[in-house]
Nanobody
Framework: QVQLVESGGGLVQAGGSLRLSCAAS????????MGWFRQAPGKEREFVAA????????VYADSVKGRFTISRDNAKNTVYLQMNSLKPEDTAVYYC????????????????WGQGTQVTVSS
């Protein structure tokens, strides 16, 4: 079992930056591929970024490519999402999710997720 706790959300102006963190419990964090997803009001949860167990492979949604960077520190059981050049359309609740094995762009393929952290970008 893995418990995930996101932090780092908040209110920022367009063009600004935020760094989200997701702290995982347990001693097997390095066995999980990790993903970030987001959900805006009235919309389905959508893929943002994912990273392999070692951190050597990453993938991004086209809407955030070049602006967001996912990374992980297995010694600290933490995955990060650095968000730069934020836009109002990035406003959503951001969720950290863990998958045993390879990462996926589909939220349903993940085994665990956190409670989410709100990101609001004002214009």
């Amino acid at each position: 079992q893995v418990q995930l706790v996101e932090s780092g959300g908040g209110l920022v102006q367009a063009g600004g930056s935020l760094r989200l963190s997701c702290a995982a419990s347990g001693r097997t964090f390095s066995r999980y591929a990790m993903g970030w997803f987001r959900q805006a009001p009235g919309k389905e949860r959508e893929f943002v970024a994912a990273i392999s167990t070692s951190g050597g492979s990453t993938v991004y949604a086209d809407s955030v490519k070049g602006r967001f960077t996912i990374s992980r520190d297995n010694a600290k059981n933490t995955v990060y999402l650095q968000m730069n050049s934020l836009k109002p359309e990035d406003t959503a609740v951001y969720y950290c999710q863990a998958s045993i094995g390879y990462y996926s762009r589909r939220s349903g393929d993940y085994n665990y997720w956190g409670q989410g952290t709100q990101v609001t970008v004002s214009s």
